[in-house]
């Protein structure tokens, strides 16, 4: 049985990961990979904890989680997709599309 602390420990890893990726990249993919995989590892502390507790409310509500990750996915890429095609670069220095 591996104790809850392991996951805790792997799950904070992969959230500061995340945010490491977010701070530093210019890159928008890699901003949203990053984003991903800070939801992924909150995701996995609500696994550990609700087989910790023997509950299933951690299960689905990371089941919910992950629907409206794919939601965003899908919408952030479609948006990724569209600001290439009129900016030709997926660097987030050279978006100034809210400026005057």
Request: without cysteine; glycine residues 6%.
């Amino acid at each position: 049985m591996i104790p809850i602390s392991a996951y805790l420990v792997v799950a904070a890893v992969l959230f500061g990961i995340g945010t490491v990726g977010v701070l530093t990249s210019r890159n928008l993919i890699i901003v949203f990979m990053s984003v991903e995989l800070m939801l992924n590892a909150g995701n996995l502390v609500l696994i550990a904890f609700s087989r910790a507790l023997n509950v299933l409310d951690g299960h689905v509500f990371v089941f919910l989680v992950l629907t409206v990750a794919a939601a965003e996915a899908a919408v952030g890429l479609a948006m990724l997709i569209t600001l290439y095609r009129n900016r030709e670069t997926v660097n987030i220095d050279r978006f100034d599309l809210l400026k005057w």
